[in-house]
Structure formats: structure tokens, C-alpha cells
């Protein structure tokens, strides 16, 4: 069975503080796809990443980045110099290998940080 | 702009009583999904539809019924046999089935 596991419901940090963000999945397929959404509290959903599982290269976007590593089956989101903006609920989530494109979603870690 | 459009924000519903959600986009994206969002968990999904005049369950369909006459329509039709239905509804479409996908701002429903 496919499953994502977000160990951390809620991380409260002060601004300017580093942040991480972890992720571990469970998976039979060989192919698959990960992602990341943030969802702020206006409740939409916000795409930020999506990495297949032939590609473990780290990826920086700007403050943001990411550690794929297989081995492990993780896929953490680490925030760098965090702002009081980045306050939301973070979604880690699997895509089947199948062709259907359902995304299985972990609980999603709440990101509190305080000025 | 491209997007995804949800109608109405909010909604009120009585016991009994059946409601449909609206979801549009003008992506030109062929798969559309309907997720339910409960306090403190992560979504499930309800229906999803890869083309036109097609769809399948998901995960917790039972109360439910969607169509998909227009690629860009897929409506979610919560009906009085879902015995819990207060929730937030997000709907997703992507261009194909393992492509990413992309939200709409959600239905907060709430029965009375």
C-alpha cells in the first residue's frame, strides 16, 4: 500500500530561523512522483515541487530546497532565513505510478513562525 | 488568467438535502479531481475523470456523483446519502494524469 507519512504536526519557529520539513513515503512502483503544496489560510493549495523518482538531484529554489533520497524514501523540505510569511500548512504527497495521476496526501505539518 | 474557478466559497446545507460544488478551468487540462479536505488531515480523494464523458472513483466516493459533459466542467453533486459531509472541498486538474496538479480556492460546505 502507498502511504505518506508527515511525522510533524506542528513546527513553530522565530523568523529568520531554518526550518525542515520532513516527508518519508512507502511505495511499490518503481516509477513514482513527489510533490510538495502549501496551503496558506486562505485554503488553496499551492504547488511547489514535483520530483520523479529517477531524479535525486537536491533542488534550491530560492530559500527553498529539497532532499530527495531514495535510500531512505524520504523527500524533506527544508526553508531557509524563514519568514512570517511562510506560515501555512505543508502538503508532502505521492503520485501512483499508474497513469491515473491520484496523489496520496501525508497529514501535513503546520508552519507557524512568529516575528 | 488561466485557472481554476470553485463555486460557491461557502455553502450551507440543510440534512437531507443534495448540493452541487462547481469546478471550472480554462487550463485545457484533459484530468480533473474532486479531493476532501477534513480539520488536521490531508486530503482524499472522491472522483477523478482523465477525459471527457469518463470518471472514476476514489477513495471515499460513496455520497457522491460527479459528470464530465465539457472538458472544462466537472461538478461534484454531494448528496443526502453522505453521512458526514461538513468538510472543505478542493478540486485539481492536471494536463494528464501523471502531471502535476493544480487547485482551485476550495467549497467550505457546512451542513445544518
Known amino acids: 500500500a502507498q502511504k505518506v507519512t508527515q511525522a510533524q504536526t506542528e513546527i513553530s519557529v522565530v523568523e529568520k530561523e531554518d526550518v525542515t520539513l520532513d516527508c518519508v513515503y512507502e511505495?511499490?512502483?518503481?516509477?513514482?512522483?513527489l510533490f510538495w503544496y502549501k496551503q496558506p489560510p486562505s485554503g488553496e493549495l499551492v504547488f511547489l515541487i514535483r520530483?520523479?523518482?529517477?531524479?535525486?538531484q537536491n533542488e534550491i529554489s530560492g530559500r527553498y530546497s529539497w532532499n530527495f533520497q531514495k535510500s531512505t524514501s524520504s523527500f524533506n523540505f527544508t526553508i531557509t532565513a524563514s519568514q512570517v510569511v511562510d506560515s501555512a500548512v505543508y502538503f508532502c504527497?505521492?503520485?501512483?505510478?499508474?497513469?491515473?495521476?491520484?496523489?496520496?496526501f501525508g497529514q501535513g505539518t503546520t508552519l507557524q513562525v512568529k516575528p | 488568467d488561466g485557472g481554476i474557478t470553485q463555486s460557491p466559497k461557502y455553502l450551507f446545507r440543510k440534512e437531507g438535502q443534495n448540493v452541487t460544488l462547481s469546478c471550472e478551468q480554462n487550463?485545457?487540462?484533459?484530468?480533473m479531481y474532486w479531493y476532501r479536505q477534513d480539520p488536521g488531515q490531508g486530503l482524499r480523494l472522491i472522483y477523478y475523470?482523465?477525459?471527457?464523458?469518463?470518471?472514476q472513483k476514489g477513495d471515499i466516493a460513496e455520497g457522491y456523483s460527479v459528470s464530465r459533459e465539457k472538458k472544462e466542467s466537472f461538478p461534484l453533486t454531494v448528496t443526502s446519502a453522505q453521512k458526514n459531509p461538513t468538510a472543505f472541498y478542493l478540486c485539481?486538474?492536471?494536463?494528464?494524469?501523471?502531471?502535476?496538479?493544480?487547485f482551485g480556492p476550495g467549497t467550505r460546505l457546512t451542513v445544518l
Open positions: 487550463l485545457n487540462h484533459d484530468a
Open positions: 511505495t511499490r512502483d518503481t516509477t513514482y512522483y
Open positions: 504527497a505521492l503520485s501512483e505510478g499508474s497513469n491515473t495521476g491520484k496523489l496520496i
Open positions: 485539481a486538474s492536471s494536463s494528464q494524469g501523471t502531471d502535476t496538479q493544480y
Open positions: 520530483r520523479n523518482s529517477f531524479d535525486e
Open positions: 475523470s482523465q477525459i471527457v464523458n469518463d470518471f
